[in-house]
């Protein structure tokens, strides 16, 4: 796969036409409809929409999205995806970061001094006659589309990835994945998407979906908040590919039932977005034996993903954490002190309109050859044993306490090494500015939350970490809360909004 990923679904389109393209609950679009439905929208924004600036696209699941975002870049502008998960204030401040006063907004949704086209007339538009074809889709250097992440000042900021970045993301998630299927699942995959189209997780299953000739399954938000609902229309979907956080995989995990006689078809775990941990990766090849766990890491600021891991029985034994294994070919880690660079072909442009922040993480390095490339500092901390990579935390991730030095990840790990323990997530106690204690939050099915547990637990914890990094408190839960994202909500155990 040497072309656009334009050019890749385009081809998908012209020959497996009626193949149903994206699937999200009783809504579904084929390809034939996603290529002529976003022709004829693309063609719109051209006569209707004076400059190239990019374009929000409100919404969550509804298969209109993607038309949204495919008739953006076949009519030379980026996309914005924004989710209805995200707060008013959020949306707004995002809106006014873009500067574009048109909105495609697939639900209902109104902003003060934007004209917001709703989803009735992107539907009357999408059925409207039209020629074929576009002049300037964006191609190589041209931003694809914007993820916005939240910033250190409170503003949100937007990550810039360009056309080729993504196109290069794709054909390795495209050979990452057709690699481990067989034969008749590689010629038409399934994939689930679990994350909001704002995430940058939800790119991996959607573009190697699109640019595979699969079938995109969305899991959308009513689902996954009813398990029993969610289980059967994935077992209807017959769904062969799995993306999603570690975190969600664990609320699956939660009911007995999920395992591979509810989704007999299944064939591949790709697992990006957080750390996955030993104990969630066992017991997943225990209730999927004939699947592959694939590792992956990578910030939004290099397009979704730059390392693999296939997880072996071997790994799971082996101490310590889960390698973040080895770089896809065109990216290069190096490990700065402790900080993970990333430098390739798929590290952003930058953030949107914010060369201040940009030049304080992106830059360039040459290669071997003397080329440059861009590069790009993490903030995350990891090291190299030779074979692999692994990541160990944020470096902004220590605390102090009583002058002692503390990594939250290091007693987090060592809670989740605890076989009662299913989640866990530790927490600073402050007095005013100053740290007082710290406050583990675990999910333990087989345990009462007894005082005499939390004990039991402490214990265990003394016997792996120094006495001084035991938490004080020890709050048993019968769910972890989580993000729209499907990320561990460390906002609201913080407010104590449990």
């Given at each position: ?43 719109w ?12 696209v ?13 008739a ?24 006014e ?15 003060n ?44 900021k ?13 054909e ?7 690699a ?136 799971i ?18 490990i ?109 099915p ?53």
């Amino acid at each position: 796969m040497n072309n656009s990923i334009l050019t890749i679904i385009e081809n998908v389109i012209k020959n497996n036409g009626e193949i149903v393209a994206i699937k999200s609950g009783p809504h579904s679009l084929t390809y034939r409809q996603l290529g002529e439905q976003s022709d004829r929208l693309a063609q719109w924004l051209c006569s209707n929409v004076e400059d190239n600036e990019p374009v929000m696209v409100y919404g969550h699941k509804n298969p209109q999205m993607i038309v949204c975002f495919m008739a953006c870049v076949k009519s030379g502008r980026a996309y914005c995806p924004v989710d209805i998960s995200m707060p008013a204030d959020r949306v707004k401040d995002i809106a006014e970061a873009i500067g574009n006063k048109t909105i495609l907004a697939t639900e209902n949704f109104e902003l003060n001094g934007f004209r917001v086209i709703g989803k009735n007339d992107i539907s009357r538009i999408c059925d409207q006659a039209a020629g074929s074809g576009t002049a300037f889709p964006v191609s190589g250097n041209d931003t694809f589309y914007i993820i916005f992440t939240s910033g250190s000042t409170g503003k949100p900021k937007g990550v810039e990835i360009s056309e080729s970045n993504l196109s290069k993301f794709a054909e390795w998630s495209v050979n990452l994945a057709g690699a481990r299927l067989t034969d008749e699942k590689r010629n038409h995959p399934i994939f689930m998407n679990q994350a909001p189209f704002s995430f940058d997780l939800s790119v991996m299953d959607l573009y190697t979906s699109l640019a595979m000739g699969g079938t995109l399954v969305c899991v959308d938000k009513a689902q996954q908040q009813n398990t029993a609902e969610m289980f059967e229309y994935m077992r209807n979907s017959s769904i062969t590919c799995w993306v999603s956080t570690p975190s969600f995989a664990e609320m699956c995990m939660a009911d007995h039932s999920f395992d591979s006689s509810l989704l007999p078809e299944m064939e591949l775990f790709l697992f990006c977005g957080e750390k996955l941990g030993k104990e969630t990766a066992e017991k997943l090849s225990e209730r999927f034996p004939q699947a592959k766990i694939v590792n992956t890491y990578g910030p939004t600021e290099s397009t979704v993903a730059v390392t693999f891991a296939d997880v072996t029985p071997e790994m799971i034994k082996k101490e310590g954490p889960l390698p973040i294994g080895q770089p896809k070919p065109g990216t290069q880690l190096v490990i700065e002190g402790e900080e993970i660079v990333i430098i390739g072909d798929t590290v952003a442009k930058g953030y949107y309109k914010n060369p201040e922040k940009t030049e304080q993480v992106f830059f360039q390095t040459p290669d071997k050859d003397g080329k440059m490339q861009k590069a790009y500092r993490t903030g995350d901390k990891g090291f190299y044993d030779g074979k692999n990579f692994y990541c160990t935390g944020r470096m902004d991730g220590q605390i102090k306490l009583h002058g002692y030095r503390i990594e939250l990840g290091d007693i987090e790990n060592n809670l989740m090494n605890i076989s009662l323990i299913e989640q866990a997530a530790v927490l600073p106690k402050y007095d005013g500015d100053k740290i007082k204690s710290l406050v583990a939050y675990v999910k333990a099915p087989s345990m009462e939350g007894s005082f005499s547990d939390g004990k039991k637990i402490k214990s265990l914890l003394k016997e792996k970490i120094p006495a001084y990094m035991v938490p004080k408190n020890i709050k048993f839960l019968d769910k972890m809360p989580m993000t729209a994202n499907g990320k561990l909500d460390r906002k609201k155990l913080e407010a104590g909004l449990i």
